[in-house]
């Protein structure tokens, strides 16, 4: 049997042909970029994130590294962040004008906020809590910390649209949020595509002239930018697929399920929490022996991967002088792997991944006996 890590293609004729529509009206109406279905999109992401404003652009890098510029940092500004995520995350913050802290991580992978306690400096502007694998990040503590010390909250939601902290959706706590809509994220587009949200009015019309080389009424610069605007088909495609997400999360939770359940005291299954509902960006377990568990799970056709290979703080571009805190996450990471968790996998798959593992430890063990 075949399991692949993930499948992009369009196979469900339904769907592929509600996509083909969305884009055929966007080719007759010709407004490509910024287009009627963009201010759609913005409004049902806004609407369904619980904001007052969504804005619309290319990437999750650009939304986040948009809603950082926003901040208006200094140099020197300090804005702690976990040392496990895609380097996209730091990349934005080194952007936008701060000095990128690394927090350490809990064994649920996300930002350890007694470490981000220990790390706030006179210097510290913001918190940046990445919801990793789908996962929300303690927003009650780190909330609290925030207040305590005057600083802002940027969240980066690229791995979790839907996920939820104490029944509220991620990317509603913070001063903004950052959406990536890339194909393979949860919620996601057919190419690259992300969202900015917020509640205040003012960092709005900022971001509305960042997001287009820093002009005004499409002319004026008023502040140097780049070009980040979204292209209308990707919105219309989303548009599409924005009703479909539920059944959707609710595919990946059921595999979710099933593998707690066929892997309990086999390897460590992600940790959970009841004060919130994760989407399963990523399905990561805790294993020994783990770099001779994928190359096994390979030879019997099941692709996995590990996210991520360095942390923030090792990647080349930040190792020297990388500040902060990450013995845990150093730990966790020669131990962690994902397995195939998307919404088109088959119970049966599920099932024989599962085994596969259970067969490995199995024999694994009885070699160590
Ligand atoms: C995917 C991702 C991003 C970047 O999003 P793109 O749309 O790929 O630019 C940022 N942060 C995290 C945690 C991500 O997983």
Redesign the pocket.
């Known amino acids: 049997m075949k399991v692949p890590f993930l499948d992009l293609r369009v196979t469900d004729a339904a769907e592929r042909a509600e996509l083909l529509d969305a884009v055929a009206r966007v080719l007759d109406h010709g407004r490509l970029v910024m287009g009627p279905e963009m201010e759609q999109f913005e409004q049902a992401i806004a609407a369904d994130v619980g904001r007052r404003f969504a804005l619309a652009v290319g ?6 590294w948009l809603a950082l510029k926003a901040l208006r940092l200094a140099p020197g500004d300090e804005v702690i962040t976990t040392s496990l ?2 380097i ?2 730091a990349n934005a913050i080194r952007l936008a004008g701060g000095t990128p802290i690394f927090a350490d991580v809990g064994d649920d992978l996300n930002l350890n906020p007694a470490s981000v306690a220990r790390l706030i400096t006179p210097r510290t502007r913001a918190i940046v809590p ?1 919801h ?1 694998t789908g996962k929300a990040c303690d927003m009650a503590t780190l909330g609290r910390l925030a207040e305590q010390h005057r600083l802002a909250i940027v969240e ?1 939601t ?2 979790a649209y839907g996920a939820t902290f104490g029944g509220r959706k991620v990317g509603s706590f913070g001063v903004a949020a ?1 959406f ?3 194909p ?2 949860v919620l996601a587009a057919c190419g ?3 969202a900015v949200v917020t509640d205040d009015p003012e960092l709005y019309e900022q971001l509305v002239a960042l997001r287009y080389n820093g002009c005004v009424n499409r002319e004026v610069c008023i502040e140097a930018s780049l070009n980040g605007r979204m292209d209308t088909m990707e919105a219309a495609i989303l548009l599409k697929r924005m009703p479909r997400l539920p059944a959707l999360i609710a595919a990946r939770r059921r595999n979710a399920a099933l593998y707690d359940q066929l892997l309990a005291g086999v390897v460590e299954t992600p940790v959970r929490t009841s004060d919130r509902e994760d989407v399963f ?1 990523t399905y990561t377990i805790r294993a020994d022996h783990r770099d001779e568990l994928r190359a096994y799970l390979e030879s019997q056709g099941v692709e996995t991967k590990i996210q991520h290979q360095y942390l923030m703080p090792d990647q080349p571009a930040y190792q020297a002088g990388a500040r902060g805190e990450f013995t845990h996450a150093r730990a966790l990471q020669r131990r962690f792997m994902c397995l195939p968790i998307h919404e088109k996998l088959t119970e049966e798959q599920v099932r024989y991944t599962a085994a596969c593992i259970r067969a490995f430890c199995q024999k694994t063990k009885a070699i160590a006996a």
């Open positions: 990437s999750g890098t650009h939304a986040l995520s895609w996209a995350t990445v990793y980066d690229a791995q950052a990536s809509m890339n393979m994220k690259e595509a992300g960006y």
